[in-house]
């Protein structure tokens, strides 16, 4: 049976062990990983970037493009590979030099060139990847 007194040494131990460990990470030039799954991350209304697309990095938990558009480098982010395939948007019609439209939401951080797609347009053709968005 743990007993309150015992409890507290614990609790107190792992927070200690916590605050050492994060001071490690930090002296190691080590940052904790940027969560942005979600739109928490995003700024309100739509955004467009039209732009050749640089490289491809296709899978869970979403796709990311590099996108240059007028010579600024944004990463984009589309569709898990389930939610592409449904919008109707393949893996080889995302391929480095192909003309890319995204209409989405950018990072509410001005200086993070970072756009989540809800819609993609190519070669003319519409792929509404979050059609419930708008």
């Not at 809800?118 to 509404?128: A, D, P, S």
């Amino acid at each position: 049976m743990t007993t309150r007194r015992g409890f507290l040494i614990s609790s107190s131990l792992a927070f200690s062990a916590g605050v050492l460990i994060t001071g490690l990470a930090a002296g190691l030039g080590i940052r904790p990983a940027r969560a942005h799954h979600g739109w928490r991350w995003t700024e309100d209304g739509n955004f467009e970037l039209t732009g050749l697309i640089q490289t491809v990095r296709l899978g869970n938990p979403h796709g990311l493009l590099t996108v240059d558009a007028e010579g600024e480098i944004w990463t984009v982010e589309v569709g898990q590979p389930w939610r592409n395939e449904r919008a109707g948007l393949t893996d080889d019609m995302l391929t480095p030099g192909t003309e890319i439209k995204v209409i989405g939401q950018r990072a509410a951080d001005e200086t993070d060139k970072r756009v989540k797609a809800e819609r993609v347009t190519i070669k003319g053709q519409l792929y509404n990847l979050y059609p419930n968005r708008d």
